[in-house]
């Protein structure tokens, strides 16, 4: 192997570790992602379990299990890699857009809901909704045209690397796959503008209802800080991707995790506030009128030269729609 070769081979075989790694020694996604459910598990019983079917029900589940199942196939997909012989050529190929439209259907997902989080904070407006869903049907567009040419040009990208017995298969990343995320992160950052917009305008974020705060002060603040997460997450991603920071590529699985936990967490919190709040559960802050028995007032009705001339027992009967007045 000439000095070329040799440089480049060790180039690869470092960076195809790095996730190797990531996901072995760091325990950063699949313990991460697991360890989060078991500690969230008694809420998501409690206050998603018994809330009866809608569809930000079905969306929960569907992100909080899909998210556990996705970082799992990252993990064994890493590791089975990692075994000498059981890449290929082919699954090479095939193996790079499936991870990242595995990946696309966990974020699309949670923009989904982040799009109906604007349009209850807008009022449930329809301009809004329809502005955001062509946008985000704009985003899905350019990310599968990307995905699909860069697919195709793969075969010729990594044929020259299959042959130095690199352990899984070469990360290497050429052609326009740094604009891969880069639809959904300019999408995302709309969507933080509308929220954190909201969250300036808004008179609803410092209204207070007693001792708490208003839902619409608790989903907006939650808003702004969840969009935050997210947008933060894909420009960081995107950073490495094309290289513009020191860290190098370590894996889906941890972006993975993180949007999936930051997104359960908001959705469970949201719905433990407003069964609390709004729905009388568990710990109500709400007023509470306690009757023991029926009470008895006695009124004075005048007085002459000091003495009383008489006097009304006036008894309430909780069952009458009127009081009692008993004259003595």
């Known amino acids: 192997m000439d000095p070329t070769d040799e440089a480049e081979f060790l180039k690869l075989y470092r960076l195809n570790l790095i996730p190797l790694y990531v996901v072995r020694e760091s325990i950063s996604s699949l313990v991460w992602v697991l360890h989060d459910y078991f500690v969230t598990l008694e809420d998501e019983i409690t206050y998603i379990w018994k809330q009866k079917a809608c569809l930000s029900k079905i969306m ?9 199942i996705l970082v799992a196939f990252d993990t064994v997909q890493i590791h089975a890699f990692a075994i000498r012989g059981v890449t290929s050529r082919g699954l090479c190929v095939a193996i790079d857009p499936t991870t990242r ?5 966990s974020l699309w997902s949670i923009e989904i809901v982040m799009q109906l989080r604007i349009y209850v904070l807008f009022n449930r407006s ?10 985000f049907t704009i985003s899905i567009g350019l990310f599968l045209w990307i995905m699909v040419v860069n697919a195709i040009n793969r075969n010729k990208l990594i044929v020259n690397d299959l042959h130095i017995g690199l352990l899984g298969c ?14 959904a992160t300019v999408f995302e950052l709309t969507l933080f503008g509308f929220a954190l917009y909201k969250g300036i305008m808004s008179n609803t974020i410092r209204i207070k209802i007693g001792n708490r705060l208003s839902l619409g002060a608790v989903i907006i603040s939650e808003n702004v800080i969840y969009f935050f997460s997210i947008a933060c997450l894909l420009v960081f991603n995107n950073l490495m991707v094309v290289g513009a920071t020191k860290i190098p590529w370590f894996g889906f699985g941890p972006f993975h995790a993180a949007i999936g936990i930051v997104t359960s967490r908001m959705l469970i919190h949201l719905r ?16 509470t009128l306690s009757i023991s028995e029926p ?8 007085e002459a030269d000091g003495e009383n001339i008489g006097t009304t ?3 309430h009967d909780v069952e009458r729609a009127f009081p009692v007045i008993e004259s003595t």
């Not at 589940?61 to 899909?66: D, E, N, P, V």
């Not at 329809?126 to 946008?135: I, S, T």
């Not at 433990?272 to 007023?287: A, M, Q, R």
């Open 272 to 287: 433990k506030f407003s069964y609390k709040n709004l729905e009388g559960g568990d710990d109500p802050h709400l007023p």
């Open 101 to 105: 439209i595995a990946g696309a259907i």
């Open 170 to 183: 070469p990360g290497v990343n050429g052609g326009s796959q740094w604009a891969q995320w880069i639809p």
């Open 313 to 315: 027992i006036a008894s």
């Open 60 to 68: 929960f589940l569907w992100i909080r299990y899909y998210t556990i």
């Open 295 to 302: 009470p008895t007032f006695r009124i004075t009705v005048g």
């Open 126 to 135: 329809k301009k809004m909704l329809f502005f955001n869903a062509g946008l």
